[in-house]
């Protein structure tokens, strides 16, 4: 395996997409254990979906047991509001909680798509709401980095977006986590974005596109991550890659999904870099 300054892991969406999470409710453990077989070292769950494994405690262990470190944990919520409600303050805070119990590991906020009506505000509130939560977490040793997302109801899907809410974080308490899939697939180029911003980077998601209408399974689509993984190599970044597949596949198959993106990172991305 060649040294690299960083380490790839999986994030779970891939099996939520299976039956809108109902067939694998509950099931992080079995997730833990397919993800460790296909050869990632990290895992990004969604904490809203972590079931039993919730609980600090039995997550350690069946970390511990499979090898896997936990890169990071996504906080999914609306954030609708001029401010954050008083149920979505303490769902953050629970997050925050749980990370402290995992040093390294990183708060990666993304907000629920609900439409791109009175835009201007809403982005703005928005900026403000994920600065006041990862001013949360710093306070407590907890790392955040902001995750933009493209369905037509995103507020953080265009070359707009990006730039009023990228500019807009407090990056004294959180960076930006570029999807590149998402980046694509709203109309920009990844690693030109990527360059744009690079200064601000600290935690990447992998997904591929061929725009059949969206995302492909890893290695099938156009996004050249042959090229921006390269290029990460390059400026020394030393954060995670988290593989986020979106591919048509992971609806009946999750489990494949995930066994051919680690075997198609370690036996094809990887052995591609110089």
């Known amino acids: ?23 694998y409710r509950d099931q992080l453990g079995h997730m833990i254990e397919i993800i460790s077989k296909a050869g990632f070292t990290g895992i990004q769950p969604i904490f809203s979906w972590m079931g039993k494994l919730s609980d600090p405690v039995l997550l350690e262990e069946k970390l511990k047991e499979q090898g896997i470190e936990l890169a990071a944990v996504a906080l999914a919520l609306d954030w609708n509001g001029k401010v954050e409600t008083e ?18 590991s990183v708060l990666c906020t993304v907000q ?22 990862s001013r ?23 070359e707009e977006d990006y730039k009023v809410i990228l500019e807009g974080l407090d990056l004294s308490a959180t960076g930006w986590c570029p999807d590149v899939g998402h980046i694509i697939n709203g109309g920009m180029d990844p690693i030109a974005k990527m360059k744009e911003y690079q200064s601000i980077i600290n935690h990447v998601h992998y997904k591929d596109w061929d725009g059949n209408p969206e995302f492909a399974l890893m290695g099938n689509g156009k996004v050249d991550l042959l090229g921006i993984t390269q290029w990460l190599k390059d400026i020394g970044y030393a954060g995670w890659i988290i593989c986020e597949d979106e591919g048509k596949e992971a609806l009946e198959d999750p489990d494949f999904v995930t066994l051919h993106d680690g075997k198609w990172v370690n036996e094809v991305l990887v052995q591609g870099l110089v």
């Open 1 to 23: 395996m060649k040294k690299l300054p960083f380490k790839f892991g999986a994030e779970v969406y891939t099996w939520y997409m299976n039956n809108n999470g109902e067939t």
């Open 136 to 158: 949360r977490a710093k306070e407590k040793g907890v790392e955040s980095s902001f995750h933009p997302n493209s369905p037509h109801t995103s507020i953080t899907r265009t």
């Open 87 to 104: 149920e979505e303050r303490k769902v953050s805070d629970n997050a925050i909680e749980l990370l402290k119990r995992f040093p390294g």
């Open 112 to 133: 629920i798509p609900t439409g791109r009506h009175d835009l201007v505000q809403r982005r703005r509130s928005l900026t403000d709401i994920v600065n006041t939560v």
